[in-house]
């Protein structure tokens, strides 16, 4: 599959060009949406390739690469950058270290002489800001810093510390820094840059990164046509691509499975996909969980409210008649969410739970028969 998602990449050059252009005009762009929809991809196959080609010095900062430490994850990568410009035959240090007199062709160049000794403050709150400022001593032209699972800077003790000192470094750099932030948890990082007291409020323009949509099934049904002169009707792919919430890698599942076998349909290829037997991250999930935590994900999935009396007394009832508290469906759910499978509901004022993701809401839909095993069985 992983073969698949590459050779059938969608390219959206575009999009890519529109968002490089805004953080080459010093703008900080958030780029919000739902999850495994192809935002990294974009940035890091597309958007920082083209930022390259253009000059600019680019660089992809994960945020989470130390989960406990986000600053200090950014700070890895700005050193990290750093040092790769100062290694000569490097090649962003080839390309950004060139004779001022060529500027003109490159834009961002290197400014001749010794890179000075780099002394770094030891507060991890200060050395943003001096190694952002180095970087701009080393190169001219554009920098523009990407920001990828951007939520990260939310969470963890020293969450607004962490957020004041990138405000501030960013806020000093930025007539020459542009910066775009993403994320897997899009409301994370909506809150992040929307809610009036967070440290970050109104410093990036929230941007909805657009799906992937008709074009990029287009793009599939060609592709599906040149390798097996079949069709694969633009209407049921569309329809499939918006059931499985616009992720492109579960829908290049279901066309492989439908490729593979000639008789099928992408309804089979899809139905396939979600066999409990098959082992994909779905049933991983499902299996992974106690009796309980199941009772608690299918009660989330038909929109029943897991802790009333009716609920209680389901649960109990599938799992052997013994009493079963609401405290213990709380604490399920508290586990579901922390596992990802569920999400609290904003519109509904965070009390509600939602299947978070659409793949997982189309596998239990389709094994709704399936039902847990009591853990002591
Ligand atoms: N344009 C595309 N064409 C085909 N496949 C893609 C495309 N973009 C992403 N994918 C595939 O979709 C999967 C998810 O992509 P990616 O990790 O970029 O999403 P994401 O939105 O960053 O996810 P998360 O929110 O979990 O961080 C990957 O397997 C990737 O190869
Ligand atoms: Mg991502």
Not at 21 to 49: H, M
Not at 100 to 112: D, M, S
Not at 316 to 329: F, P, Q, R
Request: a positive charge.
């Amino acid at each position: 599959m992983p073969e698949l998602t590459r050779l059938w990449h969608y390219q959206r050059p575009k999009l890519a060009a529109r968002l490089l252009d805004r953080a080459l005009q010093q703008e900080r762009v958030a780029l919000f949406g739902p999850r495994q929809t192809g935002k990294t991809s974009l940035l890091r196959e597309e958007l920082i390739p083209l930022a390259r080609d253009r000059g600019a010095l680019a660089v992809y900062i994960e945020c989470w690469a130390d989960k406990t430490d986000p600053l200090g994850s950014i700070n890895y990568a700005l050193t990290k950058a750093l040092d790769d410009l100062n290694v000569p035959d490097s090649p962003t240090g080839r390309k950004l270290r060139r004779p001022v007199t060529r500027v003109g062709a490159l834009g961002a160049t290197l400014q001749l002489g010794e890179p000075p000794k780099r002394t770094l403050p030891a507060s991890k709150f200060l050395q943003i800001d001096a190694l952002i400022t180095e970087i701009l001593a080393r190169v001219k032209g554009p920098v523009v810093l990407v920001f990828d699972e951007f939520q990260a800077i939310a969470t963890g003790a020293d969450a607004d510390a962490a957020s004041a000192a990138l405000r501030a470094a960013l806020t000093q750099a930025s007539k020459r820094v542009g910066a775009i932030f993403s994320g897997s948890s899009e409301v994370l990082l909506l809150e992040t840059f929307s809610r009036a007291r967070a440290p970050l409020y109104g410093f990036a323009s929230p941007e909805p990164y657009p799906l992937l949509g008709e074009d990029f099934a287009g793009h599939v049904a060609r592709k599906f046509r040149q390798a097996t002169t079949r069709e694969l009707p633009l209407v049921e792919a569309m329809d499939t691509l918006a059931l499985l919430g616009h992720q492109p890698e579960p829908f290049l599942n279901a066309v492989n499975n439908m490729m593979a076998n000639p008789k099928w349909s992408l309804a089979d290829g899809l139905r396939a996909m979600l066999d409990p037997q098959v082992r994909n991250k779905w049933t991983i999930n499902w299996f992974g969980l106690t009796a309980l935590q199941q009772c608690a994900l299918r009660l989330v999935f038909e929109e029943k409210p897991p802790t009333a009396r009716d609920s209680l007394a389901w649960v109990a009832g599938l799992l052997g008649g013994k009493e079963v508290a609401a405290s213990s469906i709380t604490r399920a759910l508290e586990a579901l969410v922390d596992k990802g499978l569920v999400a609290r509901d904003l519109l509904g004022g965070g009390r509600r739970y939602v299947v978070g993701d659409p793949v997982m809401a189309a596998w239990l839909r389709q094994n709704q028969k399936l039902l847990p095993v009591p853990d002591d069985a």
